[in-house]
């Protein structure tokens, strides 16, 4: 079964310090993976995705995450923290194969940055 | 914005009665997802269409469907509602072209149970 793990329910620290928050997953195939950040009362926004390619991907607020295939990771990164990154931050596996595209959602993990 | 509207936000309503939540994905998007975010479950999978056809079904429960119409918007519907169905419902999209398979959440409709 295709599986994510997010082992830390929170991560604290300090504004202007680097960020790392930890996914590891579990697929059958090819892993399709996702980073989404919820902020309070709205809905998941769309950080980044590795499909294929370069193991580093950039993606949206100066956030990238490093792929790592052989430890099955996909840490999502900063490196420099804003306050306003505050959130709640998932990772998600996309179901392969089939034809769906339905996530798996790690338990989250609560980003709290410190001025 | 991420483009995918829901409506209501908010609902609340009483145990046993029957509600419809309505998505509107974005643009040209063909694919609707639904899921359930709760504290005790964290995010789940409900159910997946895609050009009006259902492609895979989560842990739904009998009491709700879904169902997606031509002009793509789709409504997930709840009956016989329980205290513990008081969840966080999304409604997300996907173009699901090439190498486009990221989805699009919309801002949920909260739904209370009392």
């Known amino acids: 079964a295709q599986s994510v793990a997010q082992p830390e329910d929170q991560v604290n620290v300090a504004e202007g310090n680097p960020l790392t928050v930890k996914c590891t997953y579990s697929?059958?195939?090819?892993?399709?993976l996702f980073w989404y950040v919820q902020y309070p009362n709205r809905g998941l926004q769309f950080l980044l995705k590795?499909?294929?390619?370069?193991?580093l991907v950039k993606g949206s607020y100066g956030f990238e995450a490093e792929f790592n295939k052989s430890q099955t990771s996909f840490h999502l990164k900063k490196p420099s923290a804003l306050v306003s990154d505050s959130a709640l931050y998932f990772c998600a596996v996309r179901v392969t194969p089939g034809n769906t595209g339905k996530l798996i959602f790690g338990q989250g993990t609560t980003l709290q940055v410190k001025p | 914005d991420s483009g995918v509207t829901q409506t209501p936000k908010h609902l609340i309503t009483a145990t046993g009665q029957r509600v419809t939540l309505r998505c509107s994905p974005r643009s040209g998007d063909l694919s609707v997802y639904w899921y359930q975010q709760s504290l005790d479950q964290g995010l789940q999978f409900l159910i997946h269409?895609?050009?009006?056809?259902?492609?895979a079904k989560g842990n739904i429960l009998e009491r709700f469907s879904a169902q997606q119409f031509p002009d793509l918007h789709s409504e997930l519907n709840l009956s016989s509602l329980e205290l513990g169905d008081s969840a966080l419902y999304f409604c997300?999209?996907?173009?699901?072209?090439?190498?486009?398979?990221?989805?699009?959440f919309g801002q949920g409709t909260r739904l209370t149970v009392v």
């Open positions: 997300a999209s996907s173009v699901e072209s090439g190498l486009s398979l990221e989805a699009f």
């Open positions: 697929v059958s195939g090819n892993p399709y």
């Open positions: 269409y895609y050009n009006g056809e259902e492609r």
């Open positions: 590795y499909i294929t390619g370069d193991n």
